[in-house]
């Protein structure tokens, strides 16, 4: 069975995609696989659904999560070049 690893920037495996036809092999053998596909979703929310609901820290907290991970990934694009 060929499979396919999704890895991170660190080279560590954070997926495997194996092929449809050995998923229904495996899903028909082991009746508990299927629940994986039956799992509800969550709804999508869009960012500007949520104006006025987040409070001032929280909205900044995330704020600063997200201008540390472009710093971090800047920093690491740096690196490669």
Same mark, same amino acid.
């Given at each position: 069975m060929p499979l396919q690893y999704i890895t991170d920037n !660190? =080279?560590?495996? !954070?997926?495997?995609? +194996? %092929? +449809?036809?050995?998923?229904?092999? &495996? !899903?028909? @053998?082991?009746?508990?696989? @299927?629940t994986l596909e039956a799992a509800p979703t969550k %709804? @999508?929310?869009? &960012?500007?659904? &949520?104006? =006025?609901k987040l409070s001032h820290e929280t909205a900044e907290a995330m704020l600063n999560y997200v201008a540390e991970s472009r710093n971090g990934w800047e920093e690491r694009l740096k690196k490669q070049f």
């Open positions: !660190t =080279g560590a495996h !954070t997926a495997v995609v +194996i %092929p +449809i036809n050995e998923w229904e092999k &495996l !899903t028909r @053998k082991y009746d508990d696989l @299927k %709804p @999508k929310v869009k &960012l500007s659904d &949520l104006e =006025g």
